[in-house]
């Protein structure tokens, strides 16, 4: 066994970034001591889960969809996930009748040490120099100043409908970006010639990739449910420090990351792609390439209408893989939104988990398994979609076979007409299934 090693991934998350709530908790509260994620077992987080919903009021409404449960349902289904993938390598580590218990503890204490699928990467707060490379000086000044604020100060900052501020806002940003940096640094580490992986989840909130964006407010960058943006400064941090020269960003939440690209589009060395619908924020449209010599370094797809699988992987098969390879980065950032999934509250697209797991496979497969990848959690709103969806990714990542009943794929595939490609409904792309995008 002490031979053993399977793919693993790093993951970053820190339950401190859920005290960032559009209220304030209620008389109950919640333990002071915050319990670290890290060595908790899927019994614990699910107790951690019914407490934040016991004890937030943020959860007794539907009136702001980014609430702070977003990121522990995910964590919850990322452990389950663990369990089970453990449990497939010693099936008699789980549900062991007494006689055998004592030899469960043992082996799931050294399988759990030598098995692990997820790193657990230490959450530090982004420093002021890292997030000034994406913001001014006035917006961190302006966040950091909400932390000693009034309520009654708070909210006046509020936009309805969009940001909320209290006590814990500019902690809960900052610690996302810097949990952003540290899956950035983990997986482009000079100093390990092998390093465990090159793979990273970032499993941050509140989201960022429309901060920093050109159409500001009086609330300085802060904008869409987003106060820093987290991979536009990972972005940034990566080249700055020398570890990479070439950062390739895919945008796949379904709306445009208008944060992301007005923080790159000069910077020739980072190319943002984004697929998203013609929704809030407005932006994001064909002719948007870039500017100066970093010309081509910016690509947009914007849908029209509610769009599914068949799109995302002809729009992959035509645009996004071959942009890619073409430019050949040294790290891949993915802001990744689930709001395009079939479910979400907002977003009234059709993607399923299996498109999400295509999606990351894919990216693996076109520019090589050893490049470095983050995964970056942006939006989407419905609970169990986005655990699905990111179990998805989570498999990609840790190299493991998607195992969903594929039958309703083996035909072939009409392309909607609602793609970016001229085809009409009488043209046929003669795939086997859609879904086998490694092409490249």
């Given at each position: 066994?002490?031979?053993?090693?399977?793919?693993?991934?790093?993951?970053?998350?820190?339950?401190?970034?859920?005290?960032?709530?559009?209220?304030?908790?209620?008389?109950?509260?919640?333990?002071?001591?915050?319990?670290?994620?890290?060595?908790?077992?899927?019994?614990?987080?699910?107790?951690?889960?019914?407490?934040?919903?016991?004890?937030?009021?943020?959860?007794?409404?539907?009136?702001?969809?980014?609430?702070?449960?977003?990121?522990?349902?995910?964590?919850?289904?990322?452990?389950?996930?663990?369990?089970?993938?453990?449990?497939?390598?010693?099936?008699?580590?789980?549900?062991?009748?007494?006689?055998?218990?004592?030899?469960?503890?043992?082996?799931?204490?050294?399988?759990?040490?030598?098995?692990?699928?997820?790193?657990?990467?230490?959450?530090?707060?982004?420093?002021?120099?890292?997030?000034?490379?994406?913001?001014?000086?006035?917006?961190?000044?302006?966040?950091?100043?909400?932390?000693?604020?009034?309520?009654?100060?708070?909210q006046e900052l509020c936009v309805e409908n969009d940001l909320y501020?209290?006590?814990?806002?500019?902690?809960?940003?900052?610690?996302?970006?810097?949990?952003?940096?540290?899956?950035?640094?983990?997986?482009?580490?000079?100093?390990?010639?092998?390093?465990?992986?090159?793979?990273?989840?970032?499993?941050?909130?509140?989201?960022?990739?429309?901060?920093?964006?050109?159409?500001?407010?009086?609330?300085?960058?802060?904008?869409?449910?987003?106060?820093?943006?987290?991979?536009?400064?990972?972005?940034?941090?990566?080249?700055?420090?020398?570890?990479?020269?070439?950062?390739?960003?895919?945008?796949?939440?379904?709306?445009?990351?208008?944060?992301?690209?007005?923080?790159?589009?000069?910077?020739?060395?980072?190319?943002?792609?984004?697929?998203?619908?013609?929704?809030?924020?407005?932006?994001?449209?064909?002719?948007?390439?870039?500017?100066?010599?970093?010309?081509?370094?910016?690509?947009?797809?914007?849908?029209?209408?509610?769009?599914?699988?068949?799109?995302?992987?002809?729009?992959?098969?035509?645009?996004?893989?071959?942009?890619?390879?073409?430019?050949?980065?040294?790290?891949?950032?993915?802001?990744?939104?689930?709001?395009?999934?079939?479910?979400?509250?907002?977003?009234?697209?059709?993607?399923?988990?299996?498109?999400?797991?295509?999606?990351?496979?894919?990216?693996?497969?076109?520019?090589?398994?050893?490049?470095?990848?983050?995964?970056?959690?942006?939006?989407?709103?419905?609970?169990?979609?986005?655990?699905?969806?990111?179990?998805?990714?989570?498999?990609?990542?840790?190299?493991?076979?998607?195992?969903?009943?594929?039958?309703?794929?083996?035909?072939?595939?009409?392309?909607?007409?609602?793609?970016?490609?001229?085809?009409?409904?009488?043209?046929?792309?003669?795939?086997?299934?859609?879904?086998?995008?490694?092409?490249?």
């Open positions: 066994m002490s031979n053993l090693r399977l793919p693993t991934v790093y993951l970053a998350t820190d339950e401190r970034m859920m005290m960032h709530c559009c209220t304030t908790l209620n008389e109950n509260g919640i333990p002071a001591s915050l319990l670290s994620h890290q060595g908790m077992s899927s019994k614990a987080i699910a107790k951690r889960y019914k407490l934040w919903q016991d004890n937030c009021r943020c959860m007794d409404t539907p009136r702001h969809e980014e609430n702070p449960i977003r990121i522990l349902a995910i964590y919850r289904r990322l452990m389950e996930l663990e369990d089970r993938l453990l449990a497939q390598v010693y099936p008699w580590n789980y549900g062991a009748t007494a006689a055998n218990q004592r030899e469960e503890e043992h082996i799931s204490a050294e399988s759990r040490h030598i098995l692990r699928r997820f790193l657990r990467l230490p959450c530090i707060p982004a420093d002021r120099e890292a997030i000034e490379l994406a913001h001014s000086a006035e917006h961190y000044e302006f966040l950091q100043s909400t932390a000693t604020m009034s309520e009654h100060e708070l501020f209290n006590n814990w806002t500019f902690l809960a940003a900052s610690l996302a970006a810097g949990a952003v940096i540290e899956c950035v640094n983990a997986v482009t580490d000079p100093n390990t010639v092998v390093p465990p992986t090159t793979r990273a989840i970032a499993l941050v909130r509140p989201p960022g990739h429309h901060a920093a964006g050109n159409n500001r407010s009086d609330r300085y960058d802060a904008q869409g449910f987003c106060y820093f943006n987290n991979v536009a400064i990972a972005a940034k941090h990566a080249i700055a420090s020398g570890r990479v020269s070439r950062v390739f960003i895919l945008d796949w939440d379904i709306h445009h990351g208008n944060g992301i690209q007005d923080s790159t589009y000069d910077d020739k060395n980072i190319f943002y792609f984004s697929i998203h619908r013609g929704v809030y924020p407005f932006t994001g449209y064909f002719d948007e390439t870039g500017e100066g010599n970093a010309v081509g370094t910016n690509c947009n797809i914007m849908w029209d209408d509610s769009v599914g699988n068949e799109d995302y992987a002809e729009a992959f098969h035509r645009l996004v893989l071959p942009a890619i390879v073409a430019f050949e980065p040294d790290l891949i950032l993915v802001s990744s939104g689930f709001d395009a999934a079939e479910g979400d509250i907002l977003g009234d697209c059709r993607l399923t988990p299996a498109m999400y797991y295509a999606m990351t496979n894919s990216l693996l497969g076109a520019v090589g398994r050893e490049i470095p990848i983050v995964v970056v959690l942006e939006g989407g709103y419905n609970l169990d979609v986005i655990a699905n969806c990111a179990e998805g990714i989570a498999l990609a990542l840790l190299d493991e076979p998607w195992k969903e009943d594929r039958t309703q794929y083996e035909s072939k595939t009409f392309w909607s007409t609602k793609s970016i490609l001229p085809v009409t409904s009488s043209q046929v792309l003669q795939h086997s299934n859609p879904f086998s995008l490694q092409r490249w």
